[in-house]
């Protein structure tokens, strides 16, 4: 049985940082592409970041590119989100995900696997 659990969320201010972990277990953790997304509150989930299984090469949505940085540790199963220079839009529930099929997906409809989530709220 495929778990992930994310850790790492909180409360913060605009201009700070945290970082996210999600551990992994139940799946070949080093051949699937892991995503990162998020749910502001009312709002539909939206795509973060993702990062190749193989590669790990990256990808990002605009409005965290530059200041989120996405990176796995295969022999640890773990993937990890650094957010720096939080702002108040970032505030929502971050989910990881996974995906054996899809290397560099940005759609949901492509993870076959989630995380229950982890609420970041930045403050201004």
């Known amino acids: 049985q495929v778990h992930l659990v994310e850790s790492g969320g909180g409360l913060v201010q605009a201009g700070g940082s945290l970082r996210l972990s999600c551990a992994a277990s139940?799946?070949?953790?080093?051949?699937?592409?892991m995503a990162w997304f998020r749910q502001p509150p009312g709002k539909e989930r939206e795509f973060v970041a993702v990062?190749?299984?193989?590669?790990?090469?990256?990808y990002y949505a605009a409005s965290v590119k530059g200041r989120f940085a996405i990176s796995r540790d295969n022999a640890r199963n773990l993937l990890f989100l650094q957010m720096n220079n939080l702002k108040p839009e970032d505030t929502a529930v971050y989910y990881c995900?996974?995906?054996?099929?899809?290397?560099?997906?940005?759609?949901?409809?492509?993870?076959?696997?989630w995380g229950q989530g982890t609420q970041v709220t930045v403050s201004s």
């Open positions: 139940g799946l070949a953790f080093r051949t699937n592409g």
């Open positions: 990062i190749g299984g193989s590669d790990s090469s990256t």
């Open positions: 995900a996974a995906s054996p099929t899809y290397t560099l997906s940005t759609n949901s409809r492509n993870y076959n696997y």
